[in-house]
């Protein structure tokens, strides 16, 4: 059975360009949610999404934005890129109800210069 | 705003040791999970706990929560140097208990030397 798969895996942006970042869920897994992981923040939630709606929110800026797609395939979009952006941004997937983990992907990283 | 914190940061024990990972939540929650996090890899799920005193064990690793307490400890038995990771703890913060919104702990970094 395939894991969740992200693309690209790495990318290097400079500032004030905009990034698409790509999540193709586990087969049959209707919830993607995606992460920010920084050394200095660690793990940070930014959405969910179950079935095309944002389900839940975290507290990044409205630069960071996502959707989902009716195949549940999921992608992220942060505009006008700042040097903090800098990060492993990680799409995890799910079966969306009570107590389904979360399977992550190997992530994007992103650096912006 | 929900906080999640684990110590220790970070573990150095020798092989065939005992050691647990302490990680303290700030509200009510009774959905936890544990993940582990091998260098430059994706994170992978260990345990979900799903209730107060529920207790998971895999091999040498056994999780436990304590929703009273708001405590949640992963035991490690008889370490060996294949545990050498960052293990983190995260506490369902959604409203519909989904996982559809984790606060992660900071993470221990546990390095086993023989």
């Known amino acids: 059975k395939a894991g969740v798969t992200q693309t690209p895996r790495y990318l290097i942006k400079t500032r004030g360009q905009q990034v698409t970042l790509s999540c193709s869920p586990i087969?049959?897994?209707?919830?993607v949610s995606w992460y920010q992981q920084t050394p200095g923040q660690g793990l940070q939630f930014l959405f969910e999404?179950?079935?095309?709606?944002?389900?839940n929110k975290g507290n990044f800026p409205g630069r960071f934005s996502g959707r989902q797609f009716s195949n549940s395939r999921s992608e992220m979009n942060v505009s006008t890129l700042e040097l903090g952006d800098s990060a492993l941004y990680l799409c995890?997937?799910?079966?969306?109800?009570?107590?389904?983990?979360?399977?992550f992907g190997n992530g994007t990283r992103l650096t912006v210069t | 705003e929900l906080k999640v914190e684990q110590n220790p940061l970070f573990l150095s024990m020798q092989e065939g040791k005992n050691y647990t990972i302490y990680c303290n939540y700030s509200t009510t929650s009774d959905r936890l999970y544990w993940y582990r996090q091998d260098p430059g890899k994706s994170l992978e799920s260990l345990f979900v706990l799903l209730s107060n005193g529920a207790v998971k064990q895999e091999g040498r690793l056994m999780a436990s929560l304590d929703t009273k307490a708001r405590l949640s400890t992963l035991h490690i038995t008889a370490a060996v140097h294949d545990l050498s990771a960052t293990y983190f703890c995260a506490v369902d913060n959604s409203s519909t208990g989904t996982a559809s919104k984790l606060t992660f702990g900071t993470g221990t970094r546990l390095q086993v030397t023989l």
């Open positions: 995890a997937s799910s079966f969306g109800s009570s107590g389904s983990p979360l399977h």
């Open positions: 087969s049959g897994h209707r919830s």
């Open positions: 999404y179950f079935s095309e709606t944002q389900r």
